[in-house]
């Protein structure tokens, strides 16, 4: 069986040499001697000033959202995972959605500038599959109607923007270590700022509120990472060169096999191949129909791509409904390619070639 994605393991003498240290220490948790390694490494290996681990991505956002003080409008894009809009929603304010570039896949800087009211306080963008947003515009536009920004950098690890980590713009940025990632701590993500006050908020904000055992700086939530998180987290690091290397031969050799057939475009334009790092393979078919046609035929061969992102969220009940026609289209026809560390070349082309014979049919 060929998943969307494989969870990279590290050899287990590696972890359990960190397992020894907890059984030793007998810290399992709170701010333990092996999350505060971790985040000085990831601080070191990403570039970035305010690093803060907690134990996942979408609390990491819910606590950026609370850290800013972010109560109403908040504009997004429909074209991300739900935890970017189900964040939003669970603090109390309200997403407003922006379409997207048709070939990056982010927000359009000039629908995010018409979405603006009296309400909005915030730019909440997503860098999707660790493909960076026009940042610049966002930036000028933030500054011109005097906005926040947030950045879903959930696929970005080891990402740089004009020569530095894409987690230092914005007000705040989070990221994930999700199994699923490129770097993972099983569960996991963290916040990064370069505001010393953010950072002071953030640091209490993710254990409890605490200052000590018997004082509170304010409000705060269970945002903690365990030790036995961060020892796999550290163990991965160590690995990652490897990792994206790996990922980088795979992403060739798609490019090679499906890019010439004329029924197909790449999922996403790419700026910047020396930063990019391989965290996904989208394709675009021409209609969902001959994308749901072709998955059943991966299917059947035991091959499981995903229909990442799918559904255009703004058309979920829930959440705030309004015409995105381009993220509506794309959502329908976008599908992601197997894509992991060990997937065999031989595995890539048979991959391929069902994919190509389902076009021809």
Known sequence: MINVTKTYLPPLKKYQKYLKKIWASGWLTSNGPLLRELERKLQKYLGVKYLFLVNNSTLALQIAIEALDLKDEIITTPF???????????????????????????????????AITKKTEAILATHIFGNPCNIGAITKIAKKHKLKV????AHTFGVKYKGKSILNYGDISTISFHATKIFHTIEGGA????????????????????????????????GKMSEFHAAMGLCNLSEIKKIISSRKNIWKAY????????????????KDFK????????????SEKQLLA???????????PRRYFF???????????????????????????????????????????????????
């Open 255 to 270: 490019d090679k096999l499906l890019l010439s057939n004329v029924y197909l475009t790449s999922g996403q334009e790419i």
């Open 191 to 222: 916040l990064i700022t370069n505001s010393p006050s953010l950072a002071k908020k953030i640091s209490y904000m993710r254990n409890f509120g605490h200052n000590g055992y018997e004082k509170f700086f304010g409000l705060g939530i269970n």
């Open 311 to 361: 559904p255009s969220l703004n058309t979920l009940a829930f959440l705030n409904k309004k015409d995105t026609p381009i993220a509506e289209g794309v959502s329908k026809r976008i599908l992601c390619l197997p894509l992991y560390h060990d997937l065999k070349i031989k595995d890539v082309k048979k991959i391929c070639s069902i994919i190509l014979k389902s076009l021809l049919e």
């Open 275 to 286: 930063n990019h790092n391989y965290a996904y393979y989208p394709i675009i078919f021409q």
């Open 294 to 304: 072709t998955r059943k035929l991966l299917n059947k061969s035991s091959i499981y």
């Open 80 to 114: 991300s995972y739900i935890a970017t809009s189900s964040s939003i929603k669970w603090q109390g304010a309200t997403p407003v959605y922006a379409d997207i570039d048709k070939d990056t896949l982010c927000m359009d800087p000039k629908k995010i500038e018409k």
């Open 150 to 153: 947030v950045y879903d950098a």
